[in-house]
């Protein structure tokens, strides 16, 4: 049986498709709204968060102020909710890969490319500043590169909801996460939008020079580097990396906030003038010559190089003649080195291109392939197919594929079957039978269910063989044992009846439906005239219908009568100002003042209360007061 048989649905509408990434608080997976037919992103919180009230309002607060955020380099929420105990958020689903995957098989992007990364990750910060949301954890895995080429950021304010004390000790959870934190953040200060430029600069370090300033065997040994130690500079470790980057980098991690970038906006300023070309604000080492001594020393220029003419002597002529002789026999090296290459590319001459056709390495042994791409000076990583029975050991295909013109030197991902990788079972005990099929399908498991006598429950597993941690071949079966169907024998029974629980509050309302045998299930808000907030208005499936015990019942909540713009009326005839009031959703209350008392022109409503545009319950009363002749008695 697989995961398709039983698809497990949250909320009757959001159908779990496959586990796409695992985080330190939440699962991924990919889903299918079914309301709105269309693929999203689903965070799940592990059940021993959803068990912290305080953690899970915190969680949904955050969920709320990132769902108002709207720009093409964020990820939009689109929804929050809770089913039987479990929290979920639902966000657009991208298609592509996160910055850190980049990474670990690229390895250093071209510092264009990762400016121009940088460059829309500020786009986007700016942006949730301006909305008065932090992110916090600004790290690669939660920058995602479309297919196009996109720039998208994911779980803006989410880890607010973390404490960070907390996460310092989670070290399996959050190692990602404080190598890439503030040292503000690391003591457990207050942060604002300077801690997330902080957060960029260090991904951004981590693009061009191919790894973090800082590394450690624990959360806290890296957090206390960044508060106490200065960064390495970038360009020591990878000397291509441009000067004028490499300023903008170490501004983005001055350990005092007031020293980086006062805002997302003026860090993408200055990406965007490096990537033109332009001087950047950030001060750039230039090196300059000393009049005095004739040395070289170090100065900063703002966004430029600058020079000094130095105050030059007849001893000084001298002595720089050797130097003139050097700089010539340079220069005539390098125009020796452009003819020889001018030459190559024309077929002057014979040397070996620096070109290389990918051959086919389908079929082929690993050791083989490697060997190949070896000799032809590429470079190669190696992972497996999860989803292939073929052995590890066998070529299944490559990325690029066969034929592709490469540059000796560039990476070539080897793909390999998977049998033969061992996979260790879950431990899906006591867990219901849908959740473990769908947990055993994530790990390229079978499942197999057995009634047996020997369980007390039925739909939930009592126990499984192989037994957990148990190491067995991908696609291997494990059985789920659960308890039998029980045999009835045929009875004259009243079929139980849904209670009614209109009117009640949403505990009032559960417990009255748990003594009726029902589950109760989730909540959804409507606007009620009759109901107040937080009274239930009515039930699915519906109060009175015949429903078996142990029926999942949902509630429709009331969240107090919806708003309704008033109408203008004012100059209008008593009908037109009534029927406008009526039409709008409102109860219309007529004032008669006798015309002759004022000498006025009479049916003209001239004033009203509320006035025109102000927001009124709905059936809540309009007055409109208008002068006549004909008042009623």
């Not at 496959?18 to 991924?28: D, I």
């Not at 390895?107 to 700016?126: F, Q």
């Not at 086919?360 to 990583?381: C, H, P, R, V």
């Amino acid at each position: 049986m697989t995961v398709s048989d039983h698809p497990r649905v949250l909320s009757g509408r959001y159908e779990l498709s496959n586990l796409v990434a695992r985080g330190g608080m939440a699962e991924v997976y990919r889903a299918h709204d079914r309301l709105l037919d269309r693929p999203v992103a689903l965070k799940i919180l592990f059940p021993e968060l959803s068990v912290d009230r305080s953690f899970v309002e915190r969680f949904r607060r955050e969920a709320q102020a990132a769902a108002n955020l709207s720009h093409p380099n964020i990820v939009p929420v689109f929804d929050w909710g809770e089913d039987i105990g479990t929290y979920y958020i639902v966000m657009e689903y991208v298609d592509g890969r996160a910055l850190s995957s980049i990474l670990r098989t690229a390895g250093p992007l071209h510092p264009d490319r990762a400016a121009e990364i940088a460059a829309d990750v500020a786009a986007a910060l700016t942006y949730a500043h301006r909305h008065g949301v932090i992110h916090r954890d600004v790290k690669p895995g939660n920058v995602l590169i479309t297919e196009e080429g996109t720039v998208k950021v994911t779980d803006f304010g989410i880890a607010r909801a973390v404490n960070t004390e907390e996460s310092l000790t989670q070290t399996g959870a959050v190692m990602g996460t404080a190598t890439y934190f503030s040292p503000e953040q690391a003591e457990g200060q207050g942060v604002d939008a300077r801690s997330d430029i902080y957060s960029l600069g260090v991904v951004l370090f981590e693009m061009v020079a191919g790894r973090p300033p800082f590394l450690g065997d624990t959360p806290v040994a890296v957090a206390s580097k960044h508060v106490r130690e200065n960064p390495p500079m970038p360009r020591q470790i990878n000397s291509a990396i441009p000067p004028a980057l490499e300023a903008v980098i170490m501004k983005c991690m001055a350990k005092d906030p007031a020293h980086r970038y006062a805002s997302g906006e003026e860090l993408r300023a200055d990406l965007l003038r490096f990537r033109e070309g332009r001087g950047v604000s950030a001060d750039v080492p230039a090196t300059v010559m000393n009049p005095a001594v004739g040395t070289t020393s170090t100065m900063t220029a703002v966004g430029r190089t600058q020079s000094m003419r130095p105050v030059t002597t007849m001893e000084e002529e001298r002595s720089r003649t050797p130097l003139y002789a050097a700089l010539l026999v340079l220069l005539l090296i390098a125009l020796a080195v452009v003819i020889a290459f001018l030459g190559n590319s024309l077929g002057w001459w014979h040397f070996n291109s620096n070109e290389v056709t990918l051959p086919n390495l389908t079929g082929k042994s690993l050791t083989a392939a490697e060997s190949t791409l070896q000799a032809d000076g590429l470079k190669y990583t190696v992972t497996a197919d999860p989803s292939s029975n073929q052995p590890n050991t066998i070529v299944i295909k490559t990325r690029p594929g066969a034929g592709t013109q490469m540059s000796k030197g560039q990476r070539v991902t080897l793909i390999t079957g998977n049998q033969g990788n061992k996979v260790s079972v879950p431990n899906v005990t006591n867990q219901s039978v849908g959740f473990a099929e769908s947990e055993l399908t994530t790990m390229n498991l079978m499942a197999q269910v057995q009634p047996t006598n020997n369980c007390n429950q039925q739909n939930v597993v009592c126990s499984q063989s192989p037994g957990p941690g148990t190491e067995v071949n991908p696609g291997s079966t494990v059985i789920l044992f659960t308890a039998a169907p029980t045999t009835t024998t045929t009875t004259t029974t009243t079929v139980p009846t849904v209670p009614n629980v209109s009117g009640d509050t949403v505990a009032q309302a559960c417990n009255k439906l748990g003594q009726a045998g029902y589950n109760c299930g989730s909540t959804t808000q409507q606007s009620s005239s009759v109901y107040s907030s937080g009274y239930v208005i009515s039930t699915n499936p519906t109060a009175g219908s015949e429903e078996p015990q142990g029926t999942t019942v949902n509630l429709v909540v009331s969240s107090g009568p919806a708003s309704e713009t008033v109408p203008s009326v004012i100059g209008d005839t008593p009908n037109q100002a009534s029927t406008a009031i009526t039409s709008a959703g409102l109860t219309p209350q007529a004032n008669c003042v006798p015309a002759q008392q004022f000498g006025k022109p009479q049916d003209i409503v001239y004033a009203q209360n509320p006035s025109g545009g102000a927001q009124a319950n709905q059936g809540s009363n309009v007055t409109y007061t208008y002068w006549s002749n004909n008042c009623p008695a």
